[in-house]
């Protein structure tokens, strides 16, 4: 019986390449692959609709400074939300890009939170609404620079600096008005009372997050809601202002039932993309 051919060098290093992907490697984690792809649409869908919110701002804020910071938020935000829906699409498998989960998807399948997808309105409004999202994004990103997944670490740890500076400016601004003109304060308290309703989102726990908890992807969001109550009571407390009445949580945007507003924000944000399908830059 002829004896097997000796074991090159070569042979090795081929087969070490290539080990990764071998038949007989630990199967893959499936479920895995599904709670990071939700986990990072998440966190990608939310700074992608909240930049394009922000970029609605440009040209048209009180002045040529507010104008220049709102933009630069907005390209912060989009940039954490190229590299987040990158991770998903390469966890989701499927081909797809970050491009592709940006444009091509319809309304149904964006699983921001509802707090973002809220209109601008007038700029107390807009503040209001960055303050309390902002506020929330940075706590949570201190605790995603932990993650299991050094991706969503990397991304986190970079983008933590930018999130700080956003609720830094929104909170001076909430103080600023809430602490000015009768007017300035009635437009922030109004501000503040249309945001409120939709705080309770941004802590909901379900199935992905408690799973996505369970495998060190994310923090406990409980525990992130005691620093997040603190600093929102401290600046409310500075501009002099009461934190609005509990009302009735609006909830759904994780599950992909939006208000009518995230479709107009859509139909302005994929029409270039949907109309000229094949076109490259």
Not at 186 to 203: N, Q, T, V
């Amino acid at each position: 019986m002829p004896s097997l051919p000796p074991i090159r060098p070569e042979d090795e290093a081929v087969a070490e390449k290539i080990r990764p992907g071998g038949a007989f490697d630990a199967p893959v984690d499936e479920a895995h692959g599904r709670i990071l792809f939700e986990l990072a649409l998440r966190l990608g869908d939310d700074s992608l609709i909240l930049g394009q919110r922000l970029a609605e701002w440009c040209g048209h804020a009180p002045g040529v400074e507010v104008d220049l910071s709102l933009a630069n938020m907005a390209l912060d935000l989009i940039g954490q939300a190229t590299h987040f829906l990158t991770i998903a699409a390469e966890a989701e498998g499927k081909g797809r890009s970050a491009d592709d989960l940006a444009f091509r998807r319809d309304v149904l399948d964006f699983k921001n939170c509802l707090l973002v997808e809220q209109p601008n309105g007038d700029f107390a409004q807009t503040m209001a609404r960055q303050f309390l999202f902002s506020a929330w994004q940075k706590r949570l990103f201190d605790g995603l620079t932990a993650c299991a997944d050094d991706r969503i670490a990397a991304v986190a740890a970079k983008a933590v600096k930018e999130v700080a500076y956003h609720e830094e400016l929104a909170a001076e601004w909430v103080i600023r008005l809430g602490d000015g003109t009768e007017e300035s304060r009635a437009r922030m308290i109004d501000g503040l009372d249309w945001m409120w309703r939709f705080i309770p989102e941004l802590f909901e726990t379900d199935e992905v997050m408690t799973d996505a908890a369970a495998r060190g992807l994310v923090p406990d969001l409980a525990s992130i809601r005691i620093g997040y109550d603190a600093r929102v009571r401290a600046v409310l407390a500075e501009a002099g202002l009461e934190a609005p009445a509990d009302q009735r949580p609006i909830l759904g945007g994780r599950r992909g039932h939006h208000s009518e507003h995230l479709g107009h924000l859509l139909a302005v944000m994929q029409y270039l993309p949907r109309t000229y399908p094949d076109a490259v830059w």
